[in-house]
Structure formats: structure tokens, C-alpha cells
């Protein structure tokens, strides 16, 4: 059983459209997290979630939004894909809550974002 | 503030020897560093992580070492295999709430035969 899953695993698109990133855990978790990874490697958090509500919230354009139907769900949905957009998306997820201390954070394999 | 600075960018390393990867902080209110293991085409997975309680901390052939007056801490790994090879990201965060991980820009290994 994949304990973090995200759909699609490529995503190949135009400049301008509008796309969605689906994640997904069953490990329990509360807290869930958006990060994306750039081709030089570098890891950077997006966005973070705890049961349902928006806790971090890093400089990134509001051309992104992450909607959390569930504790269980996250997802990210870019408007207008610029070619700065291209990149490896990872969903991850922790136990982590509120004044409790930190937790691992699970990854999932992540989305490959090609905006041409 | 809350940089954290990864040192190689790229290793490599004979089968058998010793891999040592350096990070530095600047935050003194990171008390949670762990290292993440990621293999190409997949996301980073925890390998180890410290807290500032202890100077080290061994898990079979890997080790962290802490060292909170100088704000560094190095994954050093024994024996390096083939199987090492991978990209290795240091993290740091606070430990209560729900403080963000503040990742190195990594470290490409690569274990030589």
C-alpha cells in the first residue's frame, strides 16, 4: 500500500493552462505539505497543512492553490503555467500537530511538471 | 536566519570508504535536524535525524554528528556501498508546532566501485 501518492506522476502542458496535482495518504496523518523541487535539486516547502487548514504559507504566486477537502487530501491547482512553473512537485505528510513536537514528514514520489 | 548550508554539492567516494556530508545553521532556535535519502525519481525519505540533547547518533552504518556551538552537524557514512548513491538533504526545524523544515541544497553522492 503506497502510504503517499500523487497524481499525475508527468504532466506535460502549455504555457497559460490550468492544472491540478492530486495527493493523497492513508497513513493517519494530520499535517500535509506541498514542496517543490527545482533542477538544481533544491527542496523548497510551498504550502503546509493541518487537518484541513492552511498553516504555511511561503512566498509563492497566488497562481497556486492548495484545497484540502480532507485531512487525507491535498491538492494544488495552478492557474496561468508559466515555463518558471517546471519543476518536481512532492506531496509529503507528518503526524505532526499543533504544539507537538516535529515529526518525520512522509514524501510521495512526486509530479513532474513540464510546462512548455 | 533560516539557512541552512550544505557542504559538498557533489561527492564521490571509493566502495568501502568513508562519505561525509557537512551542514551549517544559522537559527539557534533549530532543535530538530534530520537527513533526507533521495533516489533518483523518487521522493526524499527520512534516514536519520538528531536532536540537540546528544553530540551523535549512530544507526547502523550512519552517523550524525552535532556540534551546537559551532551550529553544524555532518552525516558521516561507514563502508559506503553502491547502493549509498543518491542525493542527501539535511534539514533543520524547531521541534514544537508546526515549524517548517528548512532544507541544504543537497549533496550528490556517488559510490565508486
Known amino acids: 500500500d503506497t502510504a503517499v501518492s500523487q497524481t499525475p506522476k508527468y504532466l506535460v502542458t502549455q504555457m497559460g493552462n490550468d492544472k491540478s496535482i492530486k495527493c493523497e495518504q492513508n497513513l493517519g496523518h494530520d499535517t500535509m505539505y506541498w514542496y517543490k523541487q527545482d533542477s538544481k535539486k533544491f527542496l523548497k516547502i510551498m504550502f503546509s497543512y493541518n487537518n484541513k487548514e492552511l498553516i504555511i504559507n511561503e512566498t509563492v504566486p497566488n497562481r497556486f492553490s492548495p484545497k484540502s477537502p480532507d485531512k487525507a487530501h491535498l491538492n494544488l491547482h495552478i492557474n496561468s503555467l508559466e515555463l518558471g512553473d517546471s519543476a518536481v512537485y512532492f506531496c509529503?505528510?507528518?503526524?505532526?500537530?499543533?504544539?507537538?513536537?516535529?515529526?518525520?514528514?512522509?514524501f510521495g514520489p512526486g509530479t513532474r511538471l513540464l510546462v512548455l | 536566519q533560516q539557512q541552512v548550508k550544505q557542504s559538498p554539492q557533489s561527492l564521490i567516494v571509493q566502495k568501502g570508504g568513508i562519505s561525509i556530508i557537512n551542514c551549517a545553521y544559522e537559527?539557534?532556535?533549530?532543535?530538530?535536524f534530520p537527513w533526507y535519502q533521495q533516489f533518483p525519481g523518487k521522493g526524499p525519505a527520512l534516514l536519520i535525524a538528531?536532536?540537540?540533547?546528544?553530540s551523535e547518533k549512530k544507526e547502523g552504518r550512519f552517523t550524525i554528528s552535532f556540534n551546537k556551538s559551532a551550529k553544524q552537524f555532518s552525516l558521516h557514512i561507514m563502508d559506503s556501498q553502491p547502493g549509498d548513491s543518491a542525493t542527501y538533504f539535511c534539514?533543520?526545524?524547531?521541534?514544537?508546532?508546526?515549524?517548517?523544515?528548512?532544507f541544504g541544497t543537497g549533496t550528490r553522492l556517488t559510490i565508486i566501485p
Open positions: 509529503a505528510s507528518s503526524r505532526g500537530l499543533a504544539g507537538v513536537r516535529q515529526e518525520t514528514q512522509y
Open positions: 538528531i536532536r540537540p540533547d546528544v
Open positions: 537559527n539557534t532556535a533549530f532543535d530538530y
Open positions: 534539514a533543520a526545524s524547531r521541534t514544537f508546532g508546526n515549524e517548517k523544515l528548512t
